[in-house]
Nanobody
Framework: QVQLVESGGRLVQAGDSLILSCATS????????MAWFRQAPGKERQFVAA????????RYADSVKGRFTISRDSAKNTVSLRMNSLKVEDTAVYYC???????????????????WGQGTQVFVSS
């Protein structure tokens, strides 16, 4: 049974840092691109960051570039998202996702991800 379980979301203040984690099981972690998406109230789900199968490539949305860092631990089958300099507009439910897609250029598209977690809420206050 495939499982992706996010944790770490909470209420923080603007300028704070936060680390989200995603524990996975039930699939061959090393064969999947891992990513984070987020969805704010009333908005569509948007891409945040992705990390390649071996962890050697990363990709970020322009809105988080330079502030967020995605990483993966293949020994623990986990993926993390370190978020620095949080802004009010980072408030959203953050989802962990896994994709077997081999086309790295497509990693910003939610449709290529086959496995999703239930999400963890991040709320950034001003």
């Amino acid at each position: 049974q495939v499982q992706l379980v996010e944790s770490g979301g909470r209420l923080v203040q603007a300028g704070d840092s936060l680390i989200l984690s995603c524990a996975t099981s039930g699939f061959t972690f090393s064969r999947y691109v891992m990513a984070w998406f987020r969805q704010a109230p009333g908005k569509e789900r948007q891409f945040v960051a992705a990390v390649s199968w071996g962890g050697d490539k990363t990709r970020y949305a322009d809105s988080v570039k330079g502030r967020f860092t995605i990483s993966r631990d293949s020994a623990k089958n986990t993926v993390s998202l370190r978020m620095n300099s949080l802004k009010v507009e980072d408030t959203a439910v953050y989802y962990c996702a896994a994709s077997y897609e081999s086309n790295w250029s497509a990693m910003g598209i939610s449709g290529v991800y086959s496995h999703w977690g239930q999400g963890t809420q991040v709320f950034v206050s001003s």
